[in-house]
């Protein structure tokens, strides 16, 4: 059975490594392949929002890794696991501080299981070189995707950019970002404005500063978040020797390029954040030189993930929005999901009983409703989790202002108030399991 990925970044990557990891054993034997539009580059310069996000591995800037998603990459090998934690850095905690200068609360990151795991900040070149390692280079097919189509005989077929001949699938994975080309195919390009991403109103800068770790940092093992009036500002070990550094701000006008004046963006960076008074904030923004913006993108709800033997995981399905902490999460239990779930549906393409028989499309069919039926629920309590927290991100008045830092300072200093203004979000973050949830629907009515 032919399996293609669409995407070479942390979701396809880590996709092809699952789906090799559950058919390793079994009498079906897979094709696996990965098509990736550009090779990775760790400085993109890109022009146009389109060229920001055509490429799954354009892979600059910084993430979190949080306890649910290192417990996935536990679950795909502790080799790769153990070599995330050693490129990146444990952040043991969260500390959010005001723009005014206290600090409002220090909350640890690690999760309820024994042992536990924490969250690991990490350049995102850091993960996807260990998984891309992982994975080998001679996997991925560096040609652009443009189109999918359904041929004669019901198969996606795959057409490229550069006119080489077409690929036919038995089963397309669109792991491409925000852009994607799968997606056209899911819903038809007659529908590709109804479900393009959406513009977030809040646009970012970011990157990486040639300094010392901070001994806040390494005291506390933290991982900054600076909250204030017009935005927030944010710092992290991306690794036990560098720094990683981002700003977002609300602005209700899309910039006119991803690319513009580093001069200009620079002195907007000073100006939004002259008052804050953390010299650590005015010692990364005087090291630092600016030119690119990254908008906020996220994907509107989509009423499926996938047909006609299509299937959407990561960001094309769900991208959400940053300060959810849960991008690079979600997209690798998307990956441990949609591995189990086709390790549970292809087999039955075989089986010896007729009342469970199931043809390919069948069986791919299946494994598509039940991804979705799966992992959608998870993906919507967190974007509403996420709505109730983004205010903070946004530009306040004073009042808004101190009563975000009330909010914050509540939870520090009585965490039962916490769990009473935002439920048992957290426990179900960490206690999620794609195993569980599964069974649970695999056996559910009976």
């Not at 500390?95 to 909350?107: D, E, N, Q, S, Y």
């Not at 580093?262 to 002259?274: G, T, Y």
């Not at 006609?308 to 997209?331: E, M, N």
């Amino acid at each position: 059975m032919k399996v293609y990925i669409v995407g070479g970044g942390i979701a396809g990557l880590t996709t092809y490594l699952f789906l090799k990891k559950r058919f390793a054993d079994t009498q079906i034997p897979l094709e696996l392949r990965i098509f990736e539009s550009h090779k990775t580059t760790l400085t993109p310069s890109p022009t146009t929002f389109e060229e920001l996000s055509s490429s799954t591995a354009i892979v600059g800037g910084g993430l979190g890794i949080t306890p649910n998603g290192m417990r996935v990459l536990l679950d795909l090998d502790k080799d790769i696991h153990d070599a995330v934690v050693a490129q990146g850095f444990v952040c043991e905690n969260f500390v959010f501080k005001a723009a005014r200068g206290f600090r409002l609360i220090k909350t640890p990151t690690k999760d309820l299981k024994e042992p536990p795991e924490y969250c690991v900040s990490s350049s995102r070149q850091g993960l996807w070189e260990v998984l891309r390692d992982a994975v080998g280079f001679d996997i991925v097919d560096y040609r652009r995707v443009t189109q999918v189509l359904v041929d004669q005989y019901g198969k996606p077929v795959l057409r490229f950019a550069d006119g080489s001949p077409d690929e036919e699938a038995d089963l397309v994975v669109g792991a491409d970002g925000v852009r994607s080309t799968v997606k056209k195919a899911v819903f038809g390009e007659e529908n590709e404005t109804l479900y393009a991403p959406h513009f977030e109103d809040m646009v970012g800068v970011g990157g990486f500063v040639d300094m010392p770790i901070p001994e806040e940092i390494q005291q506390d093992k933290s991982m900054l978040h600076y909250l204030g009036p017009n935005g927030s500002f944010g710092v992290a070990a991306a690794s036990p020797t560098s720094l990683m550094w981002w700003s977002t701000n609300e602005t209700a006008q899309l910039p006119s390029s991803a690319k513009l004046d580093p001069s200009e963006l620079k002195a907007q960076l000073v100006a939004r954040h002259k008052n804050w008074k953390d010299p650590l904030i005015h010692a990364i923004i005087e090291s630092v030189e600016v030119d690119s913006v990254y908008p906020v993108w996220t994907t509107p709800p989509l009423p499926f993930w996938g047909a006609d033997r299509c299937i959407l995981i990561g960001d094309a399905a769900h991208a959400l929005q940053p300060y959810s902490g849960q991008g690079a999460s979600q997209a690798l239990e998307d990956a441990q999901t949609l591995s189990l779930l086709l390790s549970k549906y292809l087999p039955l393409v075989s089986s010896e009983d007729d009342a469970e028989r199931l043809e390919p499309s069948g069986a791919i069919a299946a494994a598509t409703k039940a991804f979705y039926e799966v992992r959608s629920p998870r993906v919507d309590a967190i974007v509403e989790f996420t709505k109730k927290i983004g205010s903070v991100k946004r530009d306040q008045n004073v009042v808004q202002e101190f009563m975000v830092y009330f909010f914050f300072w509540v939870m520090g200093q009585f965490p039962f108030m916490g769990k009473l203004l935002l439920g048992d979000y957290n426990e179900k973050l960490a206690s999620w399991n794609a195993y569980e949830e599964v069974e649970k629907y695999l056996n559910r009515g009976k």
